[in-house]
């Protein structure tokens, strides 16, 4: 990676850094510039938010950029983190762009001498103070600052590289000027004596009772009628709680399995036994592997806990040249066979000088650099100080070249990641002292063997691969059902014919227009498109394939950003609207009494003693989470019967015992000083919140992304 992608890619921690992690969640990876290209008239719109426009292919730059980094940290990307990686990047940009409106509205900006001390101060920003630790030390190194800034001044520096490090800066005054407002909010957040007693009271403060309960489960569902008026009493009673983000759709559908057959399965294992005896007499085994496997491999050596299970246990006691298999594994019929094996160093220890060919005018350029470099070293220059000067990975820079020791397989202590093959084969092969130059997918190498140590036996297994897939005959007839099916349905009849046919229906709920997966339906964006343009009992005007499913589909329920209507939480909320009817007959037994013996006795139930609870743990023992009794109890007077309370299992009558005060709060700086940091650690989380939740927000995502 080239010195600008190196700095992009530690503008990452920046914002988190400095606001905290309560924001981590919104502003991820590198902060978003102001000003520049996301603020721009372009009627290439992914959305538009307070008026200002995000276009799409700035998003997808910075999408891109999120999901590299996640494939470098070995991630595989899979339909829910490409979902993930999405609404982070989605908030990133948002939070950005609200944040930085929100800076200027009350004037926060970072000054000339601010910016120069940030850079080269006495005590410079500590994004800056990372970049250049002296390695011994682990301390600021400002002579390594002011060497690289004087390399940004020499010809070779290209004006890409120039213009990556402005952008650093501009990103790194960008986010200071976050945390100001942010710290300007925060600052302002105050807890007083008041809050601390409560708070300590909440904790400590006792109470002792008794109450009579009758569960909501004593009446079966069956006997309960529910009646338009009781939805509704629930409904206005409870409307905010039913505020919806962002729009959803719930669609329902049919599936039809066009998965290999048995038959497809055998014919591709007939292929795979024809293979198995041209690779034991193959004498070329990686050209094999190349012409015949789905998957081209290289063939190197591994140690053991290197192969697949099935192999490990089998590969390490074989003779040169036996062939396993075939054997299924990862949906594919596979050959291995052994054809090297030897003793080997169990780890190297090595450091490097990364050369970034785009920077450099080609790769061939590049090697010549890395070998101007090696006779430099060789004519007694120190490596370290050559690789804090041109090694564009600046993490191992800083710290003269050095990267941990790593295995045959590439892998290195402590789980600290994965060498490349290429920079491992060559690191194995050398000797002790040995200064060698190699191309990887991240450029050019100079490498130092500074130690091999241990022994291990290694074994090379070239592996063949073919995977087992539908053939044309099995896809046609899952296909032609699933036409047949599409063809005989109208919007009102989709259940009938479901019923019909013998078939499962199944539903995928309240998905965004950017869920890139739902339940039983992996990449399923087309399908997610389709229905944010469908209207409700819409059915597909085609057969969808997902995966090795075809698929139908009927759009049941739209549902907008805002307060759902009644109608579309209906279903949501009938359990609760159930209980609250069977609460009215339940309390009806209760009535009349005046003591608590004497409800119990009346509803036909057990008078239970409770001691000890705090109203900061509401838990009833061998009940479960009751806020509203615990919170009614607190605010009782002893010895007086309760009317009926509906909780969360069921109505309850309750007499209180007694309070036990805890001893005063003398000194309340500790409390003051945990209600603080909790609200601290809310604060920049919620205020991003409150600002998505004002803002006029047009998404287009459910149909660009």
Do not use: C
């Not at 038959?263 to 024809?274: G, P, R, T, Y």
């Amino acid at each position: 990676m080239g010195i600008m992608g190196y700095l992009r890619d530690r503008m990452g921690k920046i914002v988190a850094i400095l606001i905290g992690l309560a924001l981590l969640a919104f502003i991820v990876s590198e902060v978003v510039r102001s000003g520049g290209s996301f603020f721009r008239d372009d009627n290439n719109e992914l959305a538009v938010v307070n008026g200002e426009k995000v276009p799409l292919d700035e998003f997808q730059k910075r999408l891109d950029q999120n999901t590299a980094q996640f494939k470098q940290a070995g991630q595989a990307i899979s339909p829910q983190i490409t979902s993930y990686v999405q609404e982070n990047t989605w908030n990133q940009v948002i939070g950005q762009m609200l944040l930085k409106k929100e800076a200027e509205k009350v004037g926060i900006v970072v000054g000339d001498d601010e910016t120069t001390s940030m850079v080269s101060g006495n005590n410079p920003d500590p994004q800056i103070a990372r970049q250049f630790t002296n390695p011994q030390t682990g301390q600021f190194d400002r002579s390594k600052l002011e060497q690289f800034k004087s390399y940004l001044k020499s010809p070779q520096v290209s004006a890409e590289q120039k213009q990556g490090w402005a952008e650093f800066l501009e990103q790194l005054f960008e986010a200071k000027v976050v945390t100001k407002y942010v710290a300007l909010v925060t600052n302002g957040l105050y807890v007083n004596s008041l809050d601390a007693k409560d708070d300590y009271e909440a904790k400590n403060k006792l109470v002792n009772f008794k109450y009579a309960a009758l569960d909501y489960a004593s009446i079966p569902d069956a006997k309960v009628t529910l009646t338009d008026e009781d939805y509704s009493n629930y409904y206005n009673a409870h409307k905010n709680e039913f505020r919806n983000q962002q729009d959803v759709r719930s669609f329902e559908y049919v599936s039809f399995n066009a998965a290999p057959s048995k038959e497809d399965s055998l014919a591709i294992k007939a292929q795979v036994d024809k293979l198995a005896e041209a690779f034991k007499t193959s004498t070329n085994d990686s050209l094999f592997v190349q012409i015949n496997s789905e998957t081209k491999t290289p063939v190197s050596f591994q140690k053991k806990g290197g192969l697949e299970p099935k192999l490990d246990t089998v590969m390490f006691n074989a003779a040169k040249g036996f062939v396993y298999g075939p054997y299924i594994s990862n949906g594919s019929y596979k050959l291995a066979k052994l054809t090297d094996e030897k003793i080997t160093f169990d780890s190297v220890k090595t450091r490097h000088i990364l050369i970034n060919p785009a920077t450099e005018g080609g790769v061939e350029k590049a090697i010549a650099k890395a070998d101007s470099i090696k006779k430099l070293i060789q004519g007694g220059k120190s490596f370290a100080d050559l690789a804090a000067t041109f090694s564009v990975d600046k993490g191992s820079g800083a710290k003269g070249g050095e990267i941990p020791a790593f295995d045959v397989n590439g892998a290195m202590g402590g789980g600290q990641g994965q060498i490349t093959p290429e920079y491992t084969n060559a690191a194995f092969k050398a000797s002790k002292g040995d200064l060698i130059v190699v191309t990887s997918q991240f450029g050019v190498h100079l490498i130092q063997v500074e130690d091999q140590k241990g022994s291990v036996k290694v074994v090379k297994v070239a592996v063949v691969d073919k995977p087992i897939t539908a053939s044309s005959k099995t896809q046609t007839v899952a296909y032609s059902r699933a036409q047949q099916f599409l063809g005989n349905l109208t919007k009102d009849n989709f259940d009938a014919e479901v019923k019909k046919e013998g078939l499962k229906k199944s539903v995928a709920e309240d998905f965004t227009g950017v869920a890139a997966s739902l339940p039983g339906l992996d990449n399923a964006r087309e399908l997610v498109r389709w229905a944010f343009k469908a209207d409700k009992g819409d059915i597909t005007d085609k057969v969808f394939t997902v995966g090795d499913q075809y698929v139908v589909t009927r759009l049941t329920e739209i549902k907008p950003k805002g307060i759902l209507s009644l109608d579309a939480v209906k279903k949501q909320i009938e359990p609760a609207v159930r209980n609250e009817v069977k609460a009215k007959q339940l309390a009806e037994k209760f009535q009349g009494a005046t003591s608590i013996d004497q409800a119990a006795q009346k509803a036909g139930v057990k008078v239970v003693p409770v001691q000890n609870v705090v109203f900061a743990n509401p838990i009833i023992p061998g009940a479960s989470l009751e806020y509203k009794v615990i919170g009614s109890i607190f605010g009782s007077q002893p010895n007086k019967l309760s009317k009926p309370i509906n909780g969360q299992q069921g109505v309850y009558v309750y007499v209180v015992d007694g309070f036990t005060n805890p001893p005063a709060l003398s000194n309340n700086v500790r409390e003051k000083q945990q209600i603080a940091q909790a609200l601290m650690q809310r604060a920049a989380g919620q205020l991003l919140d409150a600002l998505k939740d004002n803002a006029i927000v047009k998404d287009n995502r459910a149909k660009l992304l």
